[in-house]
Nanobody, 116 residues
Framework: QVPPVESGGGLVQAGGSLRLSCAASGDISSVVAMYWYRQAPGKQRELVATITSGGGTHYADSVKGRFTISRDNAKNTVITVYLQMNSLKPEDTAVYYC???????WGQGTQVTVSS
């Protein structure tokens, strides 16, 4: 299986919004959950949001109420997971990565930079 592909990052001012996308292709019937992680410079990668195959969601305390994870698996061979990020803060600056369960490895990530 190939790693998921992330997109949608960019530079935004504090208080702004971005929507990230992640596409996982291939045998999607085996995917039971998908995740968004982020890694800021000099810090460990941290889990930001989770969505299960049943639609359940979970968020890190630092993003609750500001970020929303959702998924679109209308296509038979691709699952797309979104991360809507509102009220962005400079501390949200990081490379954002998508992951699946079962794991398929890490993609390139997408850079999010929030200026103050």
């Amino acid at each position: 299986q190939v790693p998921p592909v992330e997109s949608g990052g960019g530079l935004v001012q504090a208080g702004g919004s971005l929507r990230l996308s992640c596409a996982a292709s291939g045998d999607i019937s085996s995917v039971v959950a998908m995740y968004w992680y982020r890694q800021a410079p000099g810090k460990q990668r941290e889990l930001v949001a989770t969505i299960t195959s049943g639609g359940g969601t979970h968020y890190a305390d630092s993003v609750k109420g500001r970020f929303t994870i959702s998924r679109d698996n209308a296509k038979n061979t691709v699952i797309t997971v979104y991360l809507q990020m509102n009220s962005l803060k400079p501390e949200d600056t990081a490379v954002y990565y998508c992951a699946t369960l079962p794991a398929r490895g890490w993609g390139q990530g997408t850079q999010v930079t929030v200026s103050s």
